[in-house]
T-cell receptor, first 114, second 115 residues
Framework: GAGVSQTPSNKVTEKGKYVELRCDPI?????LYWYRQSLGQGPEFLIY????????DSGLPNDRFFAVRPEGSVSTLKIQRTERGDSAVYLC????????????FGQGTRLTVV | AQSVTQLGSHVSVSEGALVLLRCNYS??????LFWYVQYPNQGLQLLLK??????LVKGINGFEAEFKKSETSFHLTKPSAHMSDAAEYFC?????????????FGTGTRLTIIP
């Protein structure tokens, strides 16, 4: 595709459930980033992949959050035992190399935990 | 470590007037600085960036920003506002040392254009 694609665009889940959010980066982009944007806030860094490996996961808030990128392309952000505080827009971005000077963002997945 | 402060969560300007959105940063090493725009129901779009070189950078849609190290600022300006400029604007900073890929964003400024 032409841009970063995130699915689903909206997800409503019950407290305590497990969710997966998917990101398809721009073809050929080696770097992939996840951010979380809460209402009224700027995006907050979660994790960064260079290829298949997580180069920096310092932003993951706790061990309920996990992300994978097994083939160096598509990435999945996984949230276990969801809590109401996890409600936010989850943004994915990719860049053609690891210097992050040209990061392209997807439209995000709006997660609502009820 | 790095941080960004955007002064004014909401800014309103008349169509045709100067747009000035303020951004101050702190950074432990020379920073890379960015402005992103977010239109309703759309993703973040890069407006402009400063990495090295000329401190006055020009971006898309007539916006520009000037890196002022002495003031630790990277304010965004546009000489004449258009209705289509109404959106949310985010300033972001990244450390320039190799291997640091994390963008730190400000809380955003919502720009309203008055007809």
């Amino acid at each position: 595709g032409a841009g970063v694609s995130q699915t689903p665009s909206n997800k409503v889940t019950e407290k305590g459930k497990y969710v997966e959010l998917r990101c398809d980066p721009i073809s050929g982009h080696t770097a992939l980033y996840w951010y979380r944007q809460s209402l009224g806030q700027g995006p907050e860094f979660l994790i960064y992949f260079q290829g298949t490996g997580a180069a920096d996961d310092s932003g993951l808030p706790n061990d309920r959050f996990f992300a994978v990128r097994p083939e160096g392309s598509v990435s999945t952000l996984k949230i276990q035992r969801t809590e109401r505080g996890d409600s936010a827009v989850y943004l994915c971005a990719s860049s053609p190399k690891g210097d992050n000077t040209e990061a392209f963002f997807g439209q995000g997945t709006r997660l609502t935990v009820v | 470590a790095q941080s960004v402060t955007q002064l004014g969560s909401h800014v309103s300007v008349s169509e045709g007037a100067l747009v000035l959105l303020r951004c101050n940063y702190s950074s432990s090493v020379p920073p890379y600085l960015f402005w992103y725009v977010q239109y309703p129901n759309q993703g973040l779009q890069l407006l402009l960036k400063y990495t090295t070189g000329a401190t006055l950078v020009k971006g898309i849609n007539g916006f520009e920003a000037e890196f002022k190290k002495s003031e630790t600022s990277f304010h965004l300006t546009k000489p004449s506002a258009h209705m289509s400029d109404a959106a949310e604007y985010f300033c972001a900073v990244r450390l320039s040392n190799f291997g640091n890929e994390k963008l730190t964003f400000g809380t955003g400024t919502r720009l309203t254009i008055i007809p």
